[in-house]
């Protein structure tokens, strides 16, 4: 039978670590300077990479883990060194003195843009360690179909309101204006940082506790 109580413990621990509405200003910043149609694809692209990601986590997790030798606490530290790396471009203006650039040039029509689905937007903005080790949690813990139904469900639902989230996005930041994108851009880089450094910080503790445990 289908836990309805577990749906909604569920739903709220995946909503609050993937963080839709903390994500769509960030797909919209990287998709600035792009045509509206390639704004719909990277959404959908988006959620679909991380969902396919998720929900293989969800099911073979522990066997893919266990069969590569690989714990969480090398995810997190990995994840969190590629998200320095955007964080540091945003703060600095880089892709948005870049994306301005080939704006102007083509307008709205960029014929190469930056495809973001599966970094930074599906891994590890979306399928993070953080959500990752959530779900593989939450899995190994339940107790027959009903259970299993609802942690999915559960999750079938934050990625749909994250899809919403970034359709939205970008209509938002136009009406904010450019200096106040400008702005949140850097804020958002700088967050973004201190979320990646609190991945590896979370990895490196992991790890010297493996060792002197």
């Not at 704004?39 to 266990?66: H, P, Y």
């Not at 179909?145 to 209509?171: E, K, T």
Request: include cysteine; charge should be negative; hydrophobic fraction near 55%.
């Amino acid at each position: 039978m289908f836990n309805y109580e577990l749906f909604m413990s569920a739903f709220a621990v995946l909503f609050v670590i993937i963080d839709p509405p903390g994500c769509a200003p960030i797909f919209a910043t990287l998709t600035q300077g792009t045509s509206k149609k390639h704004q719909r694809v990277m959404a959908f692209k988006s959620v679909a990479v991380a969902a396919g990601i998720l929900f293989i986590f969800a099911f073979f997790g522990e066997q893919i883990f266990t069969a590569l030798h690989i714990d969480f606490d090398a995810l997190r530290i990995a994840g969190g060194i590629m998200l320095f790396i955007i964080a540091l471009q945003m703060v600095f203006e880089q892709r948005t003195e870049h994306r301005e650039t080939r704006a102007e040039e083509a307008l709205e029509e960029i014929e190469n843009p930056e495809d973001i689905s599966v970094f930074p937007m599906g891994i590890p903005m979306i399928a993070g360690p953080g959500t990752i080790a959530s779900l593989l949690l939450m899995m190994s813990g339940s107790q027959g179909v009903g259970d299993q139904m609802a942690i999915l469900a559960a999750l079938s639902a934050v990625l749909f309101i994250s899809l919403l989230a970034f359709l939205v996005a970008g209509w938002l930041m136009k009406i904010m204006g450019k200096t106040f994108t400008n702005v949140l851009t850097r804020v958002l880089g700088f967050l973004l940082a201190a979320l990646a450094t609190q991945f590896v910080i979370d990895g490196v503790k992991g790890v010297m506790a493996g060792l002197l445990g």
